[in-house]
T-cell receptor, first 117, second 110 residues
Framework: NAGVTQTPKFRVLKTGQSMTLLCAQDMNHEYMYWYRQDPGMGLRLIHYSVGEGTTAKGEVPDGYNVSRLKKQNFLLGLESAAPSQTSVYFC????????????????FGPGTRLTVT | RKEVEQDPGPFNVPEGATVAFNCTYSNSASQSFFWYRQDCRKEPKLLMSVYSSGNEDGRFTAQLNRASQYISLLIRDSKLSDSATYLCVVNPSGTYKYIFGTGTRLKVLA
């Protein structure tokens, strides 16, 4: 099993350009998440999905859109990139979440390093 | 107050030392707790889940104190390879969100 994979690994964009980050998981997980990680701020949730065809906003959703057309894939789009979106982006998935007496860990992809100039 | 708080460190310890980290959380409905390890420029990887009764995995021991709302991680006989950032993660019941601390940096020195 590949686990969680992300493409691309690195990208440099100019302000105003658009791009899509792809996350794929082969563990049949229902829940998928997109985070960004900035120095000193920890992981912040951008958007998440609790199943195919569903998405929801996280803590910092502005400037991003997502889609979950297939259970195994979760796409993160930047319509008009800004320098403030320079960050490391991590995708994660889990079998479940928020249950009493059952803990579900998240599995992370290797990350995408995005620089917006 | 942050939902999950950790001492950022760094904790600089010699090889073979015992080191402990604490993490406090604010949501009393929290049910699932985890410690993740993150190496520089890499993704977080699960170190261990934290259970109410406490749990141990080799040199690592995790404890949960619900009354005081904190979890702890104890590392015995530190190795150079333990140098990393340790993230405390909380998943409150009834929510799909995982809340991450900003991490505690550990440096084990030869």
């Amino acid at each position: 099993n590949a686990g969680v994979t992300q493409t691309p690994k690195f990208r440099v964009l100019k302000t105003g350009q658009s791009m899509t980050l792809l996350c794929a998981q082969d563990m049949n997980h229902e829940y998928m998440y997109w985070y960004r990680q900035d120095p000193g701020m920890g992981l912040r949730l951008i958007h998440y999905s609790v199943g195919e065809g569903t998405t929801a906003k996280g803590e910092v959703p502005d400037g991003y859109n997502v889609s979950r057309l297939k259970k195994q894939n979760f796409l993160l789009g930047l319509e008009s990139a800004a320098p403030s979106q320079t960050s490391v982006y991590f995708c994660a998935s889990s079998y479940g979440a928020g249950r009493i007496l059952i803990s579900y860990e998240q599995y992370f992809g290797p990350g995408t390093r995005l620089t917006v100039t | 107050r942050k939902e999950v708080e950790q001492d950022p460190g760094p904790f600089n310890v010699p090889e073979g030392a015992t080191v402990a980290f604490n993490c406090t959380y604010s949501n009393s409905a929290s049910q699932s707790f985890f410690w993740y390890r993150q190496d520089c420029r890499k993704e977080p990887k699960l170190l261990m889940s934290v259970y109410s009764s406490g749990n141990e995995d080799g040199r690592f021991t995790a404890q949960l104190n619900r009354a005081s709302q904190y979890i702890s991680l104890l590392i015995r006989d530190s190795k150079l390879s333990d140098s990393a950032t340790y993230l405390c993660v909380v998943n409150p019941s009834g929510t799909y969100k995982y809340i991450f601390g900003t991490g505690t940096r550990l440096k084990v020195l030869a």
